[in-house]
T-cell receptor
Framework: DQQVKQNSPSLSVQEGRISILNCDYT??????FLWYKKYPAEGPTFLIS?????DKNEDGRFTVFLNKSAKHLSLHIVPSQPGDSAVYFC????????????FGQGTRLTINP | NAGVTQTPKFRILKIGQSMTLQCTQD?????MYWYRQDPGMGLKLIYY???????DKGEVPNGYNVSRSTTEDFPLRLELAAPPQTSVYFC???????????????FGPGTRLTVL
């Protein structure tokens, strides 16, 4: 049973445009959500997070939106840059339970010049 | 700070062999985690620790063991390696308080393990 799903395995975006990555979850106990970026042969790097008491969090070019009623979150990157090309993982955790992360399958983002 | 370091980077094992994957963090984090990532999949939690001397199972613990004798180190032991354990293994750490403040997990570079 996949509790966190990223239904798009890949996404291709023109440089300078907006990239939107989506993530759905099923477990109502999740109250903290994170996005990680991963380059080949490296570990995941933290990008941005949001807790369930908010519906939006912004950090520079990156914004995460949370829709709790739909159990859906999205990551917006604007403007997209070539260095943003990577695999992006959505992850979720519940404060009860040592903040164990449950990951989605990842979306490979390619930014075209 | 080196952050989270893992050794070795690569390893090939024969079926039935054993090995220990090393993980060390220098950020004084109390929580540590082991994940595995199979091709095309997300990371799955193997074991975690909320402090020295305290460990617990994650989603996929079978075939693995851990120990946490110090704050810094969290080794993962594979006994009787089998082909399904072929994967990339990531160690992570984070800092958490009793008040339940959320903090992100920091990941090591990974160990790529192949069991033949």
């Amino acid at each position: 049973d996949q509790q966190v799903k990223q239904n798009s395995p890949s996404l291709s975006v023109q440089e300078g445009r907006i990239s939107i990555l989506n993530c759905d979850y099923t477990n109502s106990m999740f109250d903290y959500f994170l996005w990680y970026k991963k380059y080949p042969a490296e570990g995941p790097t933290f990008l941005i997070s949001i807790s369930s008491i908010k519906d939006k969090n912004e950090d520079g070019r990156f914004t995460v939106f949370l829709n709790k009623s739909a159990k859906h979150l999205s990551l917006h990157i604007v403007p997209s840059q070539p260095g943003d090309s990577a695999v992006y993982f959505c992850a979720a955790s519940a404060i009860q339970g040592a903040q164990k992360l449950v990951f989605g399958q990842g979306t490979r983002l390619t930014i075209n010049p | 700070n080196a952050g989270v370091t893992q050794t070795p980077k690569f390893r090939i094992l024969k079926i039935g062999q054993s090995m220990t994957l090393q993980c060390t963090q220098d950020m004084n984090h109390n929580y540590m985690y082991w994940y595995r990532q199979d091709p095309g999949m997300g990371l799955k939690l193997i074991y975690y620790s909320v402090g020295a001397g305290i460990t617990d199972k994650g989603e996929v613990p079978n075939g693995y063991n851990v120990s946490r004798s110090t704050t810094e180190d969290f080794p993962l032991r594979l006994e009787l390696a089998a082909p399904p354990q072929t994967s990339v293994y990531f160690c992570a750490s984070s800092y958490s308080t009793l008040g339940g403040v959320y903090n992100e997990q920091f990941f090591g570079p990974g160990t790529r393990l192949t069991v033949l």
